[in-house]
């Protein structure tokens, strides 16, 4: 029986039901796919705001482009004007500068404001570094004001707060910034920086801090961590309360802690200059020698740093450096060490280098953050003006004049917080010019360029090199005295011992035999180099020869000497002057003995002009006065 096509029953097809199963997984992969990239969407875009939100936490500044926000005030899109620039660098170099000016007692405003700008021309030239790094960035001039603006708060100088007029903008339209000090108008030059609590900090034995902080009201940790943080917040309190508290007051709550804990001084010996003295030792015979020296019963069969440290915690405080001095000169070993200069003679071309640190402590953070060149070295023209000048007041407020000068000058600097300059003014941490260059002389070009590549590591050391390749190209030598020079007039945020660095360098390139005679003090008493005294007549204009050449008496005519004669007769009495400056006129009454008539000479020419004349030769002369060793 035929059964037509509308009766036939079909059965379910399998190929139906497996659609009807896929279908439904596809959709549901597809919403959970689609699910998947929105919370993956999610998960990004809250990460990135965390990210942006730990920037600001963090206080990371990211300048931001003019492009990004074209309401921008217009000058704010300017270039930076030397104008500007000046405002910066007085502000910059002028804490120090009040501070000196308030402990002599300058209360005059314009007066403080022209040794400022003295600095500037007189010391070193801070507008020239800044103006030449704004010149060599490769951004847009808001980006720059910027950077230097987010710099000064990195640095903890919260007195120069929106210097360039970036910061308040980008914190008011919601941009990324480095966040400003929410007390930023109250620093000036009385309160107490971020710098100071650091340096103030560094000076504080171990056993003193907790001390330190409890005479604060701070709370001490057992792991003892954050101790800057609190000291910070500590400084930001008082700044908020009815009086705040000044470095003045923080400094003597300082002296007050290190006397109660038997650390009074700071001039003492630093576990520091004793590593120096362990790393100098070069052979087991002297490693004997000084062990046996000391008189300390050693079980161990090695003599430690340690073994060292507590024979310095056994001596008297007063006397330990001049003890371990001695026992290091009999084993020669004494360049490894600094030694105290002469108490009751204070030369006025010291003024200098103090200067010199002061403005370093000031201009150095920013230069180093921003990596700023200053290879220009010190620069003194006139030696009355500017910091050398106002030390010079501070020098003469001594009250014993006699006796204990250097001392009170110590102290004076000291109490304004200057503790590494205090010790820069008690020690005898420079060295000649003479005694690098005759040192260095006997060094190849090769030799050279390695011992510059171990003296200094970072920039300072490619600002070194660059002195000798563009001598070399020009002249056909290698002027290991200007690189010299340079590698000694560096900006330093401490004291540096050169000698010891020397030897540290000159061992690393295979030269020991020149290591051991610096360390054993074999250049210390000599004449002036003849290359160093080449160099400073080269550095004088013909009317500055002339009246040198005048000064020193070499002038047997009323005529004009020629500069080639003038010049031959200067370097030549150079080479001879510590010999003169031993030799007293029988007729000089203004002098008891030759050290206050070498004083007097020097200073005299100081005070003519001849700063690095000066100091040269105080460097040369200062290892001939009578001390312990």
């Keep these: 029986m035929r059964t037509s096509f509308n009766q036939t029953t079909l059965s379910p097809s399998p190929n139906g039901g497996l659609a009807k199963f896929v279908v439904p997984v596809i959709v549901v992969i597809a919403l959970l ?71 002599v007692g300058i209360t005059d405003q314009e007066v403080i404001t022209t040794i400022i700008h003295d600095n500037n021309d007189d010391l070193f030239d801070t507008q020239s570094m800044i103006i030449d790094w704004v010149d060599g960035q490769e951004c847009s001039n808001f980006e720059k004001r910027c950077r230097l603006d987010d710099a000064v708060i990195k640095i903890g100088r919260h007195d120069m707060t929106d210097s360039f007029g970036t910061t308040i903008y980008r914190v008011e339209t919601g941009g990324t910034v480095q966040r400003p000090h929410p007390d930023a108008k109250k620093f000036n030059s009385t309160t107490i920086f971020d710098d100071d609590l650091q340096a103030l900090l560094k000076h504080l034995p171990t056993c003193a801090v907790s001390v330190f902080l409890e005479r604060l009201g701070i709370s001490v940790d057992e792991d003892r961590e954050d101790i800057e943080e609190k000291l910070r917040g500590w400084r930001d309190d008082n700044l908020r309360g009815p009086k705040a508290r000044s470095m003045k007051e923080l400094v003597l709550i300082h002296k007050d802690v290190l006397n109660k804990t038997n650390n009074s001084n700071v001039l003492d010996l630093k576990d520091e200059e004793l590593k120096d003295v362990f790393a100098s030792i070069s052979s087991s015979k002297q490693m004997d020698q000084l062990k046996s020296r000391l008189r300390k019963e050693i079980r161990e069969e090695s003599f430690t740093l340690q073994h060292l440290k507590e024979w310095r915690d056994s001596q008297d405080m007063g006397n330990r450096r001049e003890t371990l001095r001695k026992m290091l000169h009999d084993i020669k070993l004494s360049g490894c060490i600094v030694n105290r200069r002469p108490p009751q003679h204070v030369y006025k071309a010291e003024m200098v280098r103090l200067a010199f640190s002061l403005l370093c402590n000031d201009v150095g953070p920013l230069a180093a953050l921003l990596n700023m060149d200053t290879c220009n070295g010190k620069i003194v023209r006139e030696s009355q003006k500017g910091t050398v000048g106002l030390l010079l ?144 007549c080269n550095s004088l204009e013909d009317d500055q020869l002339q009246r040198l050449y005048v000064h020193l008496g070499l002038r047997t005519t009323k005529r004009q000497e020629d500069r080639t004669t003038t010049s031959t007769a200067v370097v030549e009495w150079m080479q001879n002057c510590v010999k003169h400056f031993d030799k007293i006129p029988t007729l000089n009454k203004m002098v008891k003995n030759k050290f206050d008539f070498r004083k007097h000479e020097n200073n005299e020419l100081f005070k003519a002009g001849f700063s690095e004349l000066a100091e040269e030769i105080m460097l040369l002369q200062y290892p001939r006065f009578p001390r312990i060793v």
């Excluded at 001594?398 to 009170?408: A, L, N, P, V």
Aim: charged share 25%; proline share 3%; net charge positive.
């Design 393 to 536: 007041q501070l020098l003469n407020k001594s009250k014993d004049i006699d006796t204990h000068i250097r001392r009170d000058l110590c102290v004076a600097i000291r109490s304004l917080g200057y503790l590494d300059v205090a010790r820069l003014a008690y020690f005898d941490y420079d060295e000649s010019l003479s005694v690098l260059s005759n040192v260095t002389s006997k060094l190849s070009q090769q030799e050279m360029e390695m011992l510059m590549k171990h003296l200094d590591s970072e920039k300072a050391d490619k600002a070194v090199l660059s002195i000798g390749r563009a001598r070399q190209q020009s002249a056909g030598t290698y002027d290991n005295l200007m690189l010299m020079k340079r590698w000694r007039d560096q900006f330093r945020p401490e004291p540096f011992h050169h000698s010891s660095k020397l030897v540290h360098g000159l061992r690393a390139i295979g030269r020991t035999g020149l290591a051991e005679e610096v360390l054993g003090g074999l250049y210390k008493h000599m004449q002036m180099s003849g290359a160093v005294a080449i160099h400073i």
């Design 33 to 103: 796919a689609a699910i998947s990239i929105c919370v993956a969407i999610i998960i990004c875009w809250c990460r990135r705001k965390q990210l942006r939100n730990q920037k600001k936490d963090n206080q990371e500044s990211i300048p931001l482009h003019p492009d990004r926000h074209i309401n921008v005030p217009e000058h704010l899109l300017k270039a930076i004007s030397p104008q500007e620039v000046e405002g910066f660098v007085y502000r910059l170099t002028g804490r120090h500068c009040k501070r000196l000016a308030k402990a």
